[in-house]
């Protein structure tokens, strides 16, 4: 699926570096979770990922995108694809 109107706002193709400034973890400190890798991740990543339920309902919306579209994150939760497309 093609969504040139996010073009406007990020471009295709593009490539990038997540980089994780906070201080070395010790040797014996717990590995980051899989959540924790991923919301890094979308924080810094310019784009937006989003789940729905059955009735097309968002039930999450994450990412350093929607700052982009004026939106923080899950403020789309309940509404239907077709309320915001």
Do not use: C
């Not at 310019?46 to 097309?56: C, N, Q, Y």
């Amino acid at each position: 699926m093609h969504a040139p109107f996010l073009e406007q706002f990020f471009g295709l193709g593009r490539k990038g570096t997540i980089v994780d400034n906070k201080p070395k973890p010790s040797p014996d400190a717990p590995e980051p979770t899989s959540e924790q890798r991923l919301r890094l991740i979308l924080s810094q990543l310019p784009a937006i990922t989003w789940t729905v339920d059955r009735d097309l309902r968002f039930t999450s919306s994450l990412g350093a995108g929607l700052n982009a579209l004026g939106l923080h994150e899950n403020e789309l939760r309940g509404r239907t694809l077709m309320d915001y497309f």
